[in-house]
């Protein structure tokens, strides 16, 4: 599929007509009309086979204590955190969190900053230090404690992450965003990584790789950009990801690197909530045939 085709089906999954309809759905219904939304056909929620359709599967049943964290940001950078020596990983500090922004309204940092909130995906601010907490980023960012993730989407762990505002130091130099390293891992063993670049900009695009760096010709709703030369710490950033990977079923893991430092940025237990389709769609398949879920007696219950 083009592009421009990719790009129709997620406004498509997305639009505020489809996410009325959702929101009046029970959780099962609701989660295959978005699937269905996304790829043009129901899922096989009783034995899921693509990897869409188990994230959907993870979605509906997966309620372990391995994964109730796993959307609250604090929290995952805190168990990132255990485990960074090992990984060879630096953490970001965390500046400031609360609920009420106007506890640091004119506040400075003596480093570039990014304000996100901790529930919640696909929101951000960028300061540099010498910018402040203003009336306007108040005002502008007035909602983001107020939506709740999982309510729509039903994607449990949102539900168990606490609903706060954190600052924390931004990786690069506050302003562009650095490439993203996006590790799809299964059992500790990486299947692909996704390079994201121009995050947060129209110019934002996706490229797959396997381990070993070889392209994968693989489109999402962002498209696919131009292969480009391994980074010069490749075998460094799998290690990482292998290490913050390992006591997961799947888990996709993101990071950066900066002048050789490679930087936790967040766990990712639902990417693209499983209704965003890949092109190829074998690709979806081969995911799927990478992954391995737990028994549904496993993680019903806490």
């Known amino acids: 599929m083009p592009r421009s085709g990719l790009n129709e089906s997620l406004r498509h999954v997305f639009q505020p007509a489809h996410r009325r309809i959702a929101g009046l759905l029970p959780l099962?219904?609701?989660?295959?009309?978005?699937?269905?939304?996304?790829?043009?056909?129901?899922?096989?929620?009783r034995d899921p086979q693509t990897f869409g359709e188990k994230i959907n599967?993870?979605?509906?049943?997966?309620?372990?204590?391995?994964?109730?964290?796993?959307?609250?940001?604090?929290?995952?950078?805190?168990?990132?955190?255990?485990?960074?020596?090992?990984?060879?990983?630096?953490?970001?500090?965390t500046f400031w969190s609360g609920?009420?922004?106007?506890?640091?309204?004119?506040?400075t940092f003596d480093r570039p900053w990014v304000l996100k909130p901790n529930h919640r995906s696909g929101l951000v601010k960028f300061?540099?230090?010498?910018?402040?907490?203003?009336?306007?980023?108040?005002?502008?960012?007035?909602?983001?404690?107020?939506?709740?993730?999982?309510?729509?989407?039903?994607?449990?762990?949102?539900?168990?992450?606490?609903?706060?505002?954190?600052?924390?130091?931004?990786i690069g130099d506050g302003v562009t965003p650095p490439d993203d390293y996006k590790?799809?891992?299964?059992?500790?063993?990486?299947?692909?990584?996704?390079?994201?670049?121009?995050?947060?900009?129209?110019?934002?695009?996706?490229?797959?790789?396997?381990?070993?760096?070889?392209?994968?010709?693989?489109?999402?709703?962002?498209?696919?950009?131009?292969?480009?030369?391994?980074?010069e710490n490749l075998a460094a950033l799998n290690h990482a990801a292998e290490v913050l990977g390992r006591p997961f079923d799947f888990m996709r893991v993101d990071l950066y690197s900066?002048?050789?430092t490679i930087w936790f940025s967040e766990y990712t237990p639902y990417p693209g909530g499983g209704v965003l389709p890949f092109e190829p769609r074998d690709f979806d398949a081969w995911l799927g045939e990478q992954w391995t879920l737990p028994a549904l007696d496993e993680v019903a219950g806490r």
Request: with cysteine; charged share 30%; hydrophobic share 40%.
């Open 99 to 107: 609920d009420d922004l106007r506890e640091v309204a004119g506040r």
């Open 28 to 45: 099962p219904t609701r989660r295959r009309y978005l699937y269905l939304a996304g790829h043009g056909r129901l899922p096989r929620l």
């Open 57 to 93: 599967w993870r979605i509906l049943h997966d309620r372990r204590p391995l994964l109730e964290w796993t959307c609250d940001k604090l929290a995952m950078k805190d168990h990132a955190a255990l485990v960074q020596e090992e990984a060879g990983i630096s953490v970001p500090e």
């Open 183 to 231: 590790y799809l891992v299964f059992d500790g063993k990486i299947a692909a990584v996704s390079v994201d670049t121009g995050r947060f900009t129209k110019d934002h695009s996706r490229t797959f790789y396997s381990a070993d760096w070889k392209p994968l010709h693989v489109a999402t709703a962002l498209g696919s950009g131009e292969p480009g030369p391994p980074p």
């Open 258 to 260: 900066i002048d050789g």
């Open 127 to 170: 300061g540099r230090a010498s910018d402040t907490v203003d009336d306007a980023m108040i005002a502008a960012t007035r909602t983001w404690l107020r939506d709740d993730q999982s309510v729509l989407l039903g994607e449990w762990a949102y539900s168990e992450a606490r609903p706060l505002f954190v600052i924390e130091e931004a």
